[in-house]
């Protein structure tokens, strides 16, 4: 195994772990924004609970990509710096934007009066709309890389304002949106209303993301972007996931909670497994690989062993975080925020 295809790999994972778990947050966001029924101030009460403990953590995901990102395949950064300027800035402005209102909005709202309650209103809804807009933005920029647009002669629109792109940033939101409703409906043990309405969500989102990757497999069909991309191998990925994500409904309908949030989970690690076979060996296609893009060897050294290190320490406090914050029901935390 090559020390490009290993640093690709390693890629791959991190934003699989991001999406696994940040992508839980920017969905639990969006719930937040469309919170209703008789227990709204229980849905976001959970959301918070449920987030405040680990959403920073979170983010160290995509601090990983980054940094091997420029390490290992700097050719391949400096193309996705140019090309994504435009939705690569807003998706920075989203998640500053989008960390600070949750902080703030848990502050303010421990006043009393009006002008407390004024104030919590305002932060909320700039941390849904933040959390609704990251994670679309974030798609369109892997539909842009996907579809072969991110050439080096296209300046800073073409690359990702188009059908495909656009598409692929509704599947990672309505994808995002699922995984955290399932995530939500085991936080909200012990509140019956209000997991109903988690519920119910996970139900008709999950649909939708059916629907929107449809769309997307359609579109890059008859735009002719799939094509030499779509071999036996992919295809067998694609068809899994599907009877993953059917099994993962069915269990949300049995109300089998556990079971679904294993089957979300899984159903995300098949999609990027089918993105990276489909994508394989291309970091930005048609002409960046990850062999072409490369650092000189003694960098690619240096840097696994830097990320093995790394591991070492990353990956049981981890463990250790959730072991703290998760082992009990959430809604008996007291931490927000920082």
């Given at each position: ?40 101030k229980?849905?976001?009460?959970i ?16 601090i ?68 609704l ?36 940033g ?13 995530y ?14 988690f ?23 008859t ?102 914050f ?6 008996q935390s ?5």
């Amino acid at each position: 195994m090559s020390l490009e295809f290993l640093l690709g790999g390693t890629i791959l994972i991190s934003l699989l772990f991001y999406a696994v778990l940040g992508g839980a947050d920017y969905g639990g966001g969006v719930w937040d924004l469309l919170a209703s029924g008789k227990s709204v101030k229980t849905q976001r009460k959970i959301i918070s609970e449920a987030m405040g403990p680990v959403w920073e953590a979170n983010h160290v995901w995509l601090i990983l990509v980054v940094v091997a990102l420029f390490t290992a395949f700097p050719a391949a950064f400096a193309r996705l710096s140019l090309v994504f300027h435009i939705p690569l800035t807003v998706a920075l402005f989203g998640i500053v934007l989008r960390g600070c209102a949750f902080t703030f909005r848990h502050y303010h709202g421990h006043g009393d009066g009006h002008a407390a309650d004024e104030m919590e209103w305002r932060w909320g809804r700039v941390f849904a709309v933040a959390s609704l807009i990251t994670p679309l933005v974030l798609g369109v920029v892997v539909g842009g890389i996907y579809s072969g647009r991110a050439t080096s002669d296209v300046g800073f629109v073409y690359g990702w304002f188009g059908a495909f792109p656009v598409s692929v940033g509704i599947f990672v939101l309505c994808l995002f949106a699922y995984v955290a409703a399932t995530y939500l409906t085991i936080e909200s043990d012990g509140h019956p209303e209000a997991q109903e309405a988690f519920r119910r969500r996970a139900l008709w989102s999950g649909a939708a993301t059916m629907v929107a990757g449809g769309v997307v497999l359609l579109a890059g069909e008859t735009s002719g972007i799939s094509n030499g991309r779509t071999g036996v191998s992919v295809w067998a990925v694609r068809g899994v996931t599907l009877v993953v994500a059917l099994a993962g409904l069915l269990q949300v309908k049995k109300r089998h909670f556990q079971a679904s949030r294993v089957l979300a989970v899984l159903e995300v690690a098949l999609i990027f497994a089918g993105w990276g076979a489909a994508q394989y060996p291309y970091l930005i296609p048609p002409d960046i690989s990850i062999y072409s893009a490369a650092a000189p060897v003694g960098t690619l050294r240096a840097l696994t062993v830097a990320l093995a290190a790394g591991a070492v320490v990353l990956f049981p406090s981890f463990y250790y975080l959730f072991y703290v914050f998760k082992r009990e029901p959430v809604s008996q935390s007291k931490h927000y925020g920082r």
